[in-house]
């Protein structure tokens, strides 16, 4: 059997376990996907990370099934979740909203390696380091 043709690739940052059929709807709508099997599929995969961010690449093939693929959330969530704060500063360069500690940081590095552009925890140190400095955070050597 020829493989499947690709008719459209789809990313949603949607809440884990709990999808909204708002935001499906609208990135969903246009692609002729299921999108309550989508939204099943989904909240089943996500329901033991209730309350995080669990973006996933939505394919959709020419015969409108769909295969849905995970990524790590965002890194800035991360470091909002780990310091328990809303959101970064305003304005990074004069405000800072808190410290992130070594071990925090090599912690959301480790979680985030597999969708970084990084070779190594060293590396991916750096990435996260650098998103939680443009967030008003400073960074415990």
Same mark, same amino acid.
Do not use: C
């Given at each position: 059997? +020829? +493989?499947?043709?690709?008719?459209?690739?789809? *990313?949603?940052?949607?809440?884990?376990?709990?999808?909204?059929?708002?935001?499906?709807?609208?990135?969903?709508?246009?692609?002729?996907?299921?999108?309550?099997?989508?939204?099943?599929?989904?909240?089943?995969?996500?329901? !033991?990370?209730?309350?995080?961010?669990?973006?996933?690449?939505?394919?959709?093939?020419?015969?409108?099934?769909?295969?849905?693929?995970?990524?790590?959330?965002?890194? &800035?969530?991360?470091?909002?979740?780990?310091?328990?704060?809303? &959101?970064?500063? &305003? !304005?990074?360069? *004069?405000?800072?909203?808190?410290?992130?500690?070594?071990?925090?940081?090599?912690?959301?590095?480790?979680?985030?390696?597999?969708?970084? !552009?990084?070779?190594?925890?060293?590396?991916?140190?750096?990435?996260?380091?650098?998103?939680?400095?443009?967030?008003?955070?400073?960074?415990?050597?």
């Amino acid at each position: 059997m +020829p +493989p499947k043709k690709k008719t459209h690739v789809v *990313t949603l940052a949607l809440e884990a376990g709990n999808a909204a059929m708002v935001d499906l709807g609208k990135m969903l709508g246009p692609t002729g996907a299921n999108m309550r099997a989508v939204k099943v599929e989904y909240d089943e995969a996500t329901a !033991n990370q209730r309350g995080e961010i669990i973006p996933v690449v939505v394919t959709v093939f020419e015969d409108r099934s769909h295969q849905l693929t995970y990524k790590t959330p965002p890194t &800035s969530f991360l470091i909002r979740k780990a310091l328990g704060i809303q &959101s970064g500063a &305003s !304005n990074p360069l *004069t405000q800072t909203v808190g410290t992130l500690s070594a071990d925090q940081i090599r912690t959301i590095a480790e979680r985030k390696l597999p969708d970084l !552009n990084a070779n190594d925890v060293d590396a991916a140190i750096k990435v996260v380091a650098g998103t939680a400095r443009s967030m008003g955070v400073k960074v415990a050597e």
